[in-house]
């Protein structure tokens, strides 16, 4: 707390230099947008030097009183260029303001508090509302993806409101979290994946981002480097995700509608055997006989998938006078899934209003209740998951038993049920399987700012994130997970996270200096409690519910609950607009650690120098802007277990209906914070006042004391012991463009890349190298590289798989070939393009998103790339099999693995592929109907394209996957995991 | 100062030295370690524990597969269903990554920690020395057990090398409960492993309390030294130790073969694994119900070779009486615990719940231990003549309960022709040959197969039965773990 007392020390010698006293006159006039000519509402004007300032009103009128005829007024708006006029004793000036370009004046969220895009030194990247409603999303993560450098977005399935991958800036820790830390308007908001808590059906969580609804975002900001994530100090390691949302503005009234409708496919599906195909080479196999035409010829796939349905509907008002301000939103949206019986519907609300008591108090209150009531299919990880099992399922089994009832692959009736692996098929499946899913979350947030006289506010915000999850599975007596009396369960997860956060700032301008500082405290807690029963044996399918099973199987109940507490303190000091400086600091505690390093320190500086300001700049035209800025700082994760460092005896081991105990943890009182120290230097620029202007630049993040699950030999009776060891580095270059090229009132041409380079290292790894499943962890090797046995074809002579042995020679004994590291799951480089036309009426936007140099380990292929290893389905590249008349063939002999052994469908490099790839993300064309047509209203109509197509080389359905939200060194292992969706959405916006 | 001013300072300065958010989380599921064990209730809490170690492996999965892999991996029986590490025991390939097999490794070392924290406290207890002594047998009995079933499974059989200097596995015999005690030891070698096995259950003998099968008995360590006397042709002994539980007339055969598998912890049972239906590890995909069971995952198939076994326990002499009669016979362990007769069509049923999975895991029962007996009793003898009626006596007690002899009505008649005697022999070979027979189908897909034929010298799927590709790899994060520790033969 030492340093917070001289922060504060500060801001009192900085107090008594403030106060003034002065003769006052008035000034008057307009201000108007200089290209359309219509007034501009809620311009502010501030004296320079003062603290004085006025707004203009709904007629972009305003009135300031100025201490003398020689003040200087300054107009700054969002989206325009800041306007200065000296009054010169005049007493009406009227302004024409120009659209911003560059949007250096943009205001961005910074977490505590503001800046002016053009004053940031730390990296933070800005995604506005427009941006993000580009494409069509379910959640409000995915559209970030593709959208700025440095932010790798990956998803985790197509199936709606899977959880998604996000990625700032690589892959930060080992075992420990690594996704980003989520704070909407301020608050930090659970954001772990929810649900999946069945034992049987085992449905994968359900992201709780779900619930926003991108309309009613104002921008996403995404605090990259140390010095701007460090205010979040402990768990800014990961960098944060600022979501903003919309508020009401003083004017006139508005009332916004949006409405939309479409139709989605799975992006790709799989080519797979038919019936005579399959028999073809089970015969060869098996050296059978069978005769295909005794046995169906069933397309499962087609069966599982449908033509999947979006419509969305949303309306807000918003408006206010000077006193207070509202915005009032609501929307509705159904989607159904291509997979069936996937569904989502969404219902959201937001209520805010803002109310300014007097010129020193203002209050605010935001209410955001939503509900998503989910149609879950199994994970892709499941046999029962619709589309896993059509891929596998063999196709010579009937959809329909010979008597018209659907097959429940048990039946003698059907021949082919001797083929099938699992009782139920994938269409019994549908008709038996009832899994549902509701995420009730209601937001709330209250806050208090309070401007003492002297240049100082005091804000305090209080939040609640109350979130409820609660599932239920019904599985009828005819499928997989019933048979054969009926399997039931259902769980109820709730989390209530209290939040209070406490900042003081003093912002001051004088001379040449502008200061603005920050103190902080902020209180958080979150506590969990989750039940849950399951059951079996019901009278009827028709029954839902568990109050009908007449076994109870199962059933529990947990409270969990952890605490963060943050001290932080942040100053911001400019000296002649040109030379700036930020100095931050959070002093962190966390109940997840043991009492002597429950703390952690986390500084960060930044420096920036508005090189363009300089004199010498001012003949050098075409550069219009250019700050270097370079940051160095820490920033902390605690991303482990609520009580990784207890020693525990774990209850629950039961036996025989007698309780048990066992130790389930052992104690580590050394255990602390895992740290990230990022360097970071960067580049701004615009170039032709603006029309060209962007950013680079580069990082280096190096994470230490990672809390390392580090193995100990398994003969302990342990695998692993958590230790703050090991240190991993990411670095890489970000480059973002955007360039305006024709910006006239009938014709507008934008065009944006960014492109980020992406290299991963595990600098020390003191406990040795460990692998998970096809995934290793080596020092100086990237996390999660791919450590195979190398996979060398088909051996012409016999048709044996044939992989690399010790000295590279081909050899068809799998375990005499050597695991090797192949590659690795990052990519070299990854994110997007685009561009925007608007002529007259007609806009359309285009973009892309691309990804080079990552490797997925294909799991899928082990099961139906295999030459036909069990009974499962094949793709259709396996028919390219060896046999004696086919000696050049891609694809080893089938063989029947009880006799000869396994013929290649082990684990190895044939698995491995690159999923390098292009995918046209969104295309979207809109037509804004001319004033004349529809009164005074603005009227636009749509048509959206989302996921519309993808090139690459990965043999998998989707390449932009990978297996969980959690996944570090598992990354890019993927098993069936559904594509992403192609939408089609068409929609109208009415504005009154 | 102004009251509102007063009150904002107060409120200003409340807001940044408020609550304490960090001491209140308190772990709600689990005790502090170091509360330990002290009581008699703490020390059956942690016994529990310890045969929950065993019935469930650290990954989830049913103990279940300590008895289905001794069978997959030989020619009574293949998978074919979709688990990969299954399919490689199956087709006797299998790799160091193979998560079932390290699941099955880290489980039991998981269980023999829980035994030692036990073993290593009970001196601190103050009880009567029989509660002592009690808890002290079933730990002892749950470390035999899993280092008896880690040595089937990690290392090459009894006999490989003459003096059974071949690499066991790591005995840790104490206690780890902070990460100062953590340790990397080598392999012992089988010689050593089986001694240790044979001290603790010889320490364990006599001091059980517990007489109920679902947890450790006096009997069960009886049974398991028998088992262990037979795969290391100690004869003598086997005998001894089995005939002190045939001789026991605590235990009983049920009246049908079903009768066993139908109830649990009957007089038949020995030692079994508990179920029940609200504690079963992974129901649906390895219990042996799930596995084997024709009404759920179907994935294991009883073999060809295993079906024309079954066709042999009628010899052609005793074929060729019953036809002189007009009699004929059932095997009711063909015709009620098997569905289907055709190879791959073709399913065991001694795991019958299929709603809920709950079926124990047969460890060990009063067949065994006839057979076992048997078996001993005519390996012992020098000929035919010398071995004793009893031995015959017990397989006959086995055949006349599964087989239904009857006459040309379908009525039931004297069983007694189906019985062996010294006569139906040449040779003690012969009658040697019929218990193992017997001993096949008896005790189908309880988990014996595997060793049986290893123990007889006799080839496993076609595999020579000391060949390394019937040993399970040392999983591959042990081996990155601890240097110590040498891989198995074809697996480098």
């Known amino acids: 707390m030492l340093f917070m007392r001289k922060i504060l020390l500060v801001f009192i010698i900085n107090l008594s230099f403030l106060f003034l006293a002065q003769a006052q006159q008035t000034v008057t006039g307009s201000v108007t947008d200089a290209e359309t000519e219509e007034p501009l509402i809620g311009v502010s004007i501030l004296v320079q030097g003062t603290n004085s300032g006025a707004t203009t009103n709904v007629d972009g009128e305003y009135q300031v009183e100025v201490p003398d005829a020689d003040a200087v007024l300054e107009f700054t708006f969002v989206g325009f260029r800041t306007v200065t006029e000296e009054v010169n004793g005049r007493s009406e000036i009227n302004v024409e303001m120009f659209e911003d370009l560059q949007e250096l004046d943009d205001v961005v969220v910074v977490g505590f508090g503001t800046q002016s895009r053009r004053n940031i030194i730390g990296s933070v990247s800005s995604i506005n509302n427009e941006t993000l409603t580009e494409s069509f999303s379910t959640t409000i993560d995915k559209a970030l993806q593709g959208k700025t450098a440095g932010v790798q977005v990956t998803s985790t399935s197509g199936v709606l409101g899977a959880p998604v991958s996000v990625r700032v800036r690589g892959t930060s820790s080992i075992n420990a979290e690594s996704q980003p830390l989520y704070v909407v308007d301020g608050v930090p908001v659970v954001s772990n994946e929810l649900g999946g808590n069945f034992g049987v059906g085992g449905e994968g969580g359900v992201n709780p981002l779900i619930n926003l609804n991108s309309n009613d975002i104002e921008s996403v900001e995404v605090l990259k480097d140390a010095s701007a994530a460090s205010v979040y100090g402990s768990r800014g390691a990961n960098g944060v995700v600022l979501i903003t949302t919309k508020s009401g503005v003083e004017g006139q009234s508005e009332l916004n509608i949006n409405m939309s409708t479409g139709f989605s496919n799975p992006t790709k599906e799989y080519d797979l055997l038919s019936g005579p195909e399959y028999i073809e080479m089970y015969n060869y196999a098996y050296g059978a006989s069978l005769d295909p035409d005794n046995f169906a010829d069933t397309d499962w796939a087609d069966i599982v998938t449908r033509t999947g349905s979006v419509q969305n509907y949303g309306a807000n008002v918003s408006g206010g006078n000077e006193q207070t301000q509202y915005y009032i939103s609501g929307s509705y949206s159904i989607e159904e899934g291509y997979a069936r019986p996937n569904q989502l519907e969404k219902f959201n609300a937001l209520a805010k209003v803002n109310h300014k008591f007097n010129d020193r108090l203002n209050v605010s209150l935001s209410v955001n209740p939503s509900r998503s009531d989910n149609n879950r299919i199994p994970t892709s990880n499941q046999v029962s998951a619709p589309y896993t099992f059509a891929a596998l399922e063999a196709p010579v089994i009937s959809q329909f038993l010979p008597n018209g009832e659907p097959n429940d692959g048990i039946s003698p009736d059907d021949p082919g049920n001797a083929f099938a692996g699992f009782n139920g098929t994938p269409y019994s499946n549908i008709l038996g399987n009832n899994i549902t899913s509701v995420t009730n979350q209601v937001n709330s947030n209250g806050s208090l700012t309070y401007r003492f006289p002297q240049n100082l506010e005091f804000n305090t915000t209080l939040a609640v994130q109350y979130l409820q999850n609660r599932e239920s599975a019904r599985y009828a007596t005819y499928t997989t997970d019933g048979y054969p009396d009926g399997f039931g369960s259902a769980a109820n997860d709730e989390f209530l996270n209290y939040s209070w956060n406490n900042t003081l700032t003093y912002q001051n301008e004088w001379d040449e200096h502008a200061v603005t500082a920050t103190v902080g405290a902020t209180f958080e807690k979150t506590d969990q409690t989750f039940f849950n029963v399951s059951g079996n044996t019901f009278a009827s399918n028709d029954l839902p519910t568990l109050n009908s099973a007449a076994e109870i199987t199962g059933g529990g109940s947990f409270i969990d609950s952890y605490g963060f507490q943050n001290n932080l303190a942040r100053l911001t000091y400019g000296y002649d607009d040109k030379y700036l400086l930020t100095l931050t600091g959070s002093y962190n505690g966390s109940s997840r650690f043991p009492d002597d390093n429950r703390y952690g320190f986390f500084p960060a500086a930044a420096i920036g120098w508005v090189v363009s300001d300089e004199s010498f700049m001012d003949d050098i035209d075409p550069i219009s802007f250019l700050k270097l800025r370079t940051s160095y700082g820490i920033t902390g994760n605690a991303g482990i277990g609520n009580f990784a460092y207890l020693g525990l005896l774990g209850a629950g081991g039961n036996y025989a209906d007698e309780p048990g105990l066992a130790l389930s943890q052992l104690p580590n009182e050394d255990l602390g914070w895992e740290q990230s120290k990022q360097f970071d230097v960067g580049l701004e620029y615009g170039l032709f006042d603006g029309t060209i202007n962007g950013s680079i630049a580069y990082y280096n993040k190096v994470n230490t004391d990672l809390l390392l699950a580090v193995p100990v030999s398994n003969t302990n009776g342990f695998t692993s012991f958590t230790r703050n060891t090991g240190e991993m580095m990411n670095e890489g270059f970000e480059f973002d463009i955007n360039a305006n090229i024709i910006n006239e009132p009938d014709l507008a041409w934008t065009v944006s890349a960014n492109i980020s380079t992406l290299r991963n290292e595990v600098l020390s790894l003191p406990a040795g190298e460990f692998s998970q499943g096809e995934n290793l962890v080596r020092e100086g090797e990237p996390i999660g590289s791919f450590y195979v046995r190398e996979y060398l074809g088909v051996d012409s002579e016999n048709g044996d798989a044939l992989f690399a042995d010790e000295d590279g020679n081909p050899t068809s004994n799998y375990n005499a070939a050597p695991r090797k590291i192949l590659s690795n799951p990052h990519p070299e480089f990854f994110g997007g393009f685009g561009t925007n036309v608007a002529y007259k009426g007609i806009d359309a936007n285009i973009n892309f998103q691309y990804s080079y140099g990552n490797e997925v380990y294909w799991a899928d292929g082990e099961f139906m790339a295999t030459n036909l290893s069990s009974v499962w389905n094949q793709q259709t590249s396996q028919l390219d099999y060896w046999t004696p008349d086919n000696t050049d063939a891609s694809v080893p002999e089938p063989r029947n693995p009880g006799v000869a052994g396994l013929n290649g469908s082990q684990s190895s490099s044939r698995y491995l592929q690159d999923a390098s790839y292009l995918r046209l993300k969104s295309l979207e064309v809109g037509y804004t109907m001319p004033e004349r047509l529809v009164n005074e209203y603005d009227v636009r109509v749509f048509a959206q394209g989302t996921n519309l197509l993808t090139f690459t080389d990965y043999e998998g359905l989707d390449p932009e996957v990978t297996p969980s939200s959690g996944a570090n060194v598992t990354q890019g292992n993927v098993f069936f995991q559904l594509p992403q969706p192609r939408t089609l959405l068409f929609g109208i916006q009415l504005g009154l | ?492």
């Open chain 2, 1 to 492: 100062m102004s009251r509102l001013k007063l009150i904002l300072v107060t409120i200003v300065i409340t807001a940044f030295t408020a609550c304490d958010v960090l001491d209140s989380p308190e772990p709600q599921q689990s005790l502090p370690a170091d509360e330990g064990l002290e009581t008699v209730a703490d020390f059956e809490s942690a016994l529990n524990g310890a045969y929950n170690n065993v019935q469930e492996f650290s990954n989830g999965d049913n103990s279940g597969q300590l008895a289905f892999l001794n069978d997959i991996i030989t020619d009574d029986a293949v998978w074919t269903g979709s688990f990969p590490t299954y399919v490689e025991v199956s087709a006797q390939q299998m790799s160091p990554s193979n998560g079932s097999i390290t699941g099955q490794w880290n489980g039991a070392y998981e269980a023999i920690n829980s035994a030692n924290i036990i073993l290593d406290n009970l001196d601190n207890l103050e009880a009567d020395q029989a509660v002592i002594d009690d808890f002290r047998g079933q730990a002892l009995f749950i470390r035999a057990l899993e280092y008896y079933y880690l040595v089937q499974y990690f290392s090459l059989p009894w006999g490989a090398t003459a003096d059974n200097s071949h690499d066991g596995v790591p005995l840790q015999l104490e206690s780890v409960t902070s990460d100062e005690d953590f340790s990397n030891p080598s392999r012992a070698t089988v010689q050593e492993v089986y001694d240790q096995i044979i001290t603790d259950l010889e320490t364990a003998d006599g001091l059980i309390q517990n007489t109920t099968p679902n947890k450790a008995t006096n009997a069960a360590v009886t049974g398991l030294l028998a088992r262990i006397a037979l795969i290391q042709g100690e004869w003598t002994e086997a005998a001894n130790y089995a005939g002190e539980i045939t001789g026991d007339n605590a235990f009983s055969l049920g009246g049908s073969v079903t009768e066993y598998f139908q109830s649990e912890l009957s007089d038949e049972s020995i030692f079994e694994i508990q179920h029940t239906t609200q504690d079963v590890p992974d129901p649906a995909n390895t219990s042996l119900t799930a596995v084997y069971n024709p009404g759920t995952r179907d994935d294991i198939q009883i073999s060809q070779p295993f079906l024309d076994a079954t066709d042999a326990l009628i010899t052609d002499d005793q074929q060729t009486a019953l036809d002189a009669v007009d009699q004929s016979v059932e095997d009711t362990r063909v015709t009620q615990l098997l569905e289907g007769t055709t190879a791959g069509d073709s399913n065991s049923l001694k795991y019958e719940d299929v709603v809920n999975a709950a079926d124990n895991v047969p460890i060990m029962r009063l067949s065994e231990m006839m057979l076992t007996r048997a078996e001993a009793l005519a390996e012992d003898a020098n000929t035919l003549l010398d071995v004793p009626q009893e031995a015959f006596d017990l397989v006959n007690e086995i055949r006349t309960r599964a087989m239904i002899v009857t006459d040309n009505n379908g009525a039931p008649t004297d069983p007694s022709i189906i019985e062996y005697d010294q006569a139906d022999f040449n040779d003690k070979e012969e009658f040697i040959d019929a218990i193992l027979l017997e001993r096949r189908v008896e005790l189908a897909f309880e988990g014996h197969r595997k060793t049986d034929l290893q123990r007889r010298g006799e080839d496993v799927g076609g595999t020579a039965w000391d060949a390394p590709n019937l040993v399970f790899p040392i999983p591959e994060s042990q081996i990155d773990a601890n240097d110590n520790i040498d891989q198995n033969d074809g697996y480098n």
